[in-house]
């Protein structure tokens, strides 16, 4: 063996591209080890909020490691765990009553799936079957992984995946067909449907509107089917309001958060449940209690960074870097209209997507080519297939997102060149 002793996660090591060193980062920009800066235009997939190494999140995780850095959370309990859970009670929706701690989207998924059979057993109702979206993504796990779409990723592991009911994704038109199958499924005793708000990411950046997102909540409602919101990706601000589910009015059953819920400095997650969903796990039996842990559940160096997140948005003009650079993404995504190679542009907030070219199939090693490309020009893009995206941390400023999309265009030239 040669070389590094890393197993790199969604790296083809046989191809043996090259893997940067990254030395440092600073708001959006990445320092590598040779000195090169990098543009980090996907917040370092989709994780930094704002900014990388973000002055209070770096204290409040210096401060805390030295004052108490983990502890036992199966009985017991600490500040920083309870002002943040209090703290998330006052600006997530109103219903969401309890907060329950893992340590990464998948997990925070995980344990709302649990917590949703759970809540059906002590009802004295065994539904089991999750209701899912086509292209949705909620992790690599097992589990996750179950409610995700199936494809080249997941096919070693198809035989453990358990089954799961899905429905169409509600493309521009087609929405009732998606209403239509949701209200079939929730008939037949579903206990769960669960959905990103607004935007299936790594499905493809694909976007929806807020009134099928609405109408899904009710479909559910109507049915008892417990409606789980993964906003995983979509929370703190990505898709211009603190939730996606703001935009359609709703409230789900559960509510998963994580990637900015540090601001993306460390990893942690937070599922948050409405109060049926608790008191079907509260008795005076051991044996009705929610059955899940993980040994830094509510880590304290965590919940430190993610209380500093939570002072950044009360105090910090975080809306306005959003809306700032929502309408800079939205700009200069319309510019690059005259491409011929440009299809499908769509934005949702902070986000910007578009297609390369319509024909997929042939076009299949194009991300990992952007890829190296974008790299080449100092940029961190990460196509998905061949949808390319922007997602950077709001402190992005106007120039640096210029020379995002001036790479954008060079890339383009070039695609275009290898037809
Ligand atoms: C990233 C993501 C997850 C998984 O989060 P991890 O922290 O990578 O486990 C789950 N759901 C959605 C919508 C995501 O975008």
């Not at 989709?46 to 009985?75: M, N, Y």
């Not at 609405?214 to 993964?230: P, S, V």
């Not at 910090?316 to 959003?322: A, G, N, T």
């Not at 106007?398 to 383009?412: N, P």
Request: proline residues 5%; hydrophobic residues 45%.
């Amino acid at each position: 063996m040669t070389g590094s002793p890393i197993w790199h996660p969604f790296t083809q090591h046989g191809l043996r591209e090259p893997i940067p060193q990254v030395a440092r980062a600073q708001g959006a920009v990445l320092q590598l080890e040779t000195g090169e800066e990098i543009l980090d235009g996907i917040s370092s997939w989709w994780v930094t909020t704002h900014g990388h190494a973000h002055p209070r999140i770096a204290a409040a995780i210096a401060e805390q490691a030295a004052k108490l850095d983990q502890i036992i959370f199966a009985g017991w309990t600490h500040e920083p765990a309870e002002r943040l859970a209090a703290g998330l009670r006052a600006i997530m929706p109103d219903s969401l009553t309890r907060v329950f701690f893992s340590d990464s989207g998948s997990t925070s998924v995980e344990v709302a799936l649990k917590m949703a059979l759970g809540y059906w057993l002590h009802r004295g109702e065994r539904r089991s079957r999750i209701v899912v979206m086509d292209n949705g993504y909620h992790g690599d796990t097992i589990g996750t992984m179950s409610v995700g779409a199936r494809g080249a990723f997941n096919r070693a592991y198809e035989p453990l995946l358990f089954d799961v009911a899905s429905i169409p994704f509600p493309h521009a038109g087609g929405g009732q067909a998606t209403l239509d199958a949701l209200e079939q499924a929730c008939r037949g005793g579903a206990a769960a449907f669960i959905v990103e708000p607004l935007i299936a990411g790594a499905g493809g950046m694909l976007v929806y509107d807020a009134a099928t997102l609405a109408e899904m909540r009710r479909i559910c409602a109507a049915h008892g089917t417990l409606f789980i919101a993964d906003e995983v990706m979509t929370g703190w601000g990505r898709t211009g309001t603190l939730l996606a589910c703001h935009q359609a009015g709703i409230e789900p059953d559960i509510l998963c958060l994580s990637k900015g819920l540090t601001g993306g400095a460390v990893p942690l997650a937070v599922t948050m449940a409405s109060e049926p969903i608790y008191r079907a796990h509260y008795s005076e039996d051991r044996g009705d209690m929610f059955f899940h842990s993980s040994s830094y559940t509510a880590n304290p160096v965590a919940c430190a960074a993610a209380l500093a997140n939570l002072a950044i948005w009360e105090e910090e003009p975080v809306m306005e870097r959003i809306d700032r650079l929502s309408a800079g993404q939205s700009a200069r995504l319309g510019a690059l209209q005259d491409h011929p190679l440009e299809c499908n542009a769509r934005t949702l907030g902070t986000i910007a997507a578009f297609d390369v070219g319509d024909a997929q199939g042939y076009l299949s090693d194009l991300a990992p080519r952007m890829l190296a490309m974008f790299r080449e020009r100092g940029v961190l893009l990460r196509p998905l297939g061949n949808t390319v995206y922007v997602m950077p941390p709001y402190c992005i400023e106007e120039g640096q997102l210029d020379a995002i999309y001036a790479a954008i265009r060079v890339v383009l030239d070039e695609v275009g060149r290898l037809d």
